[in-house]
């Protein structure tokens, strides 16, 4: 007597069905991985960056690269300045430094700093006889762990001249601006060009 084989059948839609879910569940991971623990978005607002940022420009910050560093010398980064408030700024001075600013002159251990990021808008406010910078800072140490930052529109920004904002601590520091990518048509990296020391 013959006995009666039943063979199950597999389900192609099905099986293509679960394929799609995992791989749509993997590509979330990845977007939250990437989107919260290494890069983040941020959007300039004000004037304080000009001109070499502008309001409404998208950057992409990397969070993750000092996890194994510390801030560098012309690095631009964005910080917790207020509890509700990210501020962009440029790394002048690193711990221990010593750091004044005499209008468009800054000085870091006492060496003159050529910011070449500066030299367009620099140039320009000297052909037109007027000082770039109108605030100035008196010398003064950088604390241990924290920084010492300005925006590149000097005499429109609220930075570590201010006691407002002050020295930036290292844990108050988002990351590091790496890449502009928005609008289409200023797509570039953020360069890092470590001011020379006179």
Known sequence: M???QTVEK???VKNEAWEWIKALL???ALVFFIRWLVFAPF???GPSMEPNF?????LIVNKFIYKFGTPKHGEVVVF?????????KRVIALPGQKVRVEGDKVYVDNQLVDETYLK????????EGRPYNTRNFPEQTVPEGSVFVMGDNRSNSSDSRDPSVGFVNYDKI???ADLIFWPFNKISLVHFNSPNRQ
């Open 2 to 4: 013959e006995q009666d």
């Open 43 to 45: 959007i300039v607002e």
């Open 80 to 88: 917790h300045a207020t509890k509700d408030k990210d501020y962009i």
């Open 174 to 176: 988002v990351g590091r």
């Open 26 to 28: 993997i590509a979330a």
């Open 54 to 58: 502008y309001t409404g420009e998208r």
């Open 10 to 12: 597999t389900n192609p």
């Open 120 to 127: 367009p808008a620099l140039d320009k406010a000297a052909s």
